[in-house]
């Protein structure tokens, strides 16, 4: 079992930075993936970015490539998720999750099995 817990989530201006993180109770290297998604009361849950737990090779979803930074440090079975100059539109819960599953649907969401409780993010303008 692994439980994934958030954190970081606060109440920024747009133009601010942000950086959240997420522990996962995990033994070393037992994770393949760790992911992002987010969700507001209008839309589904969707794909943000994910990372490789070994290799570190990131997948970003196409609508917010390039704005994201996904990163991880192994010592501290730590994921992190790096956005700079945020906007309102960026407000949503941010959720983390986490597979120890080989897949190559890396921005699905049944592809994971561990989730977090989510972490509110509101940029105001």
Sequence with gaps: QVQLVESGGVLVQAG???RLSCA??????T???MAWFRQTP?????????IEWRSGR???AASVKGRFTISRD??????????????PEDTAVYY???TTSYT??????????????????????
């Design 104 to 125: 190559m649907h890396v921005d699905e969401k049944g592809q994971y099995n561990y989730w977090g409780q989510g972490t509110q993010v509101t940029v105001s303008s």
């Design 24 to 29: 996962a109770s995990a033994h070393p290297f």
């Design 42 to 50: 209008q839309k589904e849950r969707e794909f943000v970015t994910a």
């Design 96 to 98: 983390c999750a986490a």
């Design 74 to 87: 192994n010592a501290k079975n730590t994921a992190y998720l790096q956005r700079n100059s945020l906007k």
């Design 16 to 18: 601010d930075s942000l």
């Design 58 to 60: 990131s997948s970003d």
């Design 31 to 33: 994770l393949y993936l």
